[in-house]
């Protein structure tokens, strides 16, 4: 079945420097990935997403690349603040079969310190 | 009240007990989904339900029993539960299942403690 494969499981990182989320993915047909931050505590809530038509998009300081041929996609955070630390989860869709079947990573822990 | 509510926040049960999580959406969402995070593990689809009908039952043992009344409103109900079932249940909708059209979007979660 569809597997989702996400790195680093903990990342930690200065104030003010980037961070990058990897993920990987099984099912070629995968056409939606989102990514969703999840708060201590709070609700996982959408970041961002892509499309398998789209190669990059971007919102402020957070962007996602998506590389269909090699099956993974990158979450990229710049000039990151100590409100960004959470947990991110990336995810994958297999829309033709519109069951709304998310199949999650693992999970990233990003710490920022001031 | 906007959003995704479920309740109760927290739960302590025993694994005789029988108990229900509910989940209620205020969004016009078609669709409703359980799932279970576990420490150390991906986020797990539990169940999917379609304009209040069941589309996706990820191999979840019969200890959870889901029921959807309307479109708005979703319930687990649980019974004999283990305690490897203690976990953060949380609930989510979308505009339809294929969320091409618009994104999934959770609830606060249940904490789930079984004894």
């Known amino acids: 079945g569809e597997n989702v494969e996400q790195h680093p499981s903990t990342l930690s990182v200065q104030e003010g420097d980037s961070a990058v989320i990897k993920c990987t993915y099984s099912?070629?047909?995968?056409?939606?990935f989102p990514w969703y931050k999840q708060e201590l505590g709070k609700r996982p809530q959408l970041i961002i997403d892509?499309?398998?038509?789209?190669g990059e998009k971007k919102d402020q300081r957070i962007a996602v690349t998506l590389n269909k041929t090699a099956k993974h996609f990158s979450l990229h955070i710049t000039e990151t603040q100590p409100e960004d630390s959470a947990v991110y989860f990336c995810?994958?869709?297999?829309?033709?079969?519109?069951?709304?079947?998310?199949?999650f990573g693992q999970g990233t822990t990003l710490q920022v310190k001031p | 009240e906007t959003g995704v509510t479920q309740t109760p926040r927290h739960l302590v049960m025993g694994m005789t007990n029988k108990k229900s999580l509910k989940c209620e959406q205020h969004?016009?969402?078609?669709?409703m989904y359980w799932y279970k995070q576990s420490a150390k593990k991906p986020l797990e689809l539990m169940f999917v339900?379609?304009?209040?009908?069941?589309?996706e039952n990820n191999s979840v043992p019969s200890r959870f029993s889901p029921e959807c009344p309307n479109s708005s409103h979703l319930f687990l109900h649980l019974h004999t539960l283990q305690p490897e079932d203690s976990a953060l249940y949380l609930c989510?909708?979308?505009?339809?299942?294929?969320?091409?059209?618009?994104?999934?979007?959770f609830g606060e979660g249940s904490r789930l403690t079984v004894l």
């Open positions: 989510a909708s979308s505009p339809q299942t294929s969320l091409l059209t618009g994104e999934l979007f």
């Open positions: 099912d070629s047909a995968s056409n939606y």
């Open positions: 892509i499309r398998s038509n789209v």
């Open positions: 995810a994958a869709e297999h829309s033709s079969s519109n069951t709304g079947k998310l199949i």
């Open positions: 969004l016009g969402h078609n669709a």
């Open positions: 339900y379609n304009f209040k009908e069941q589309t």
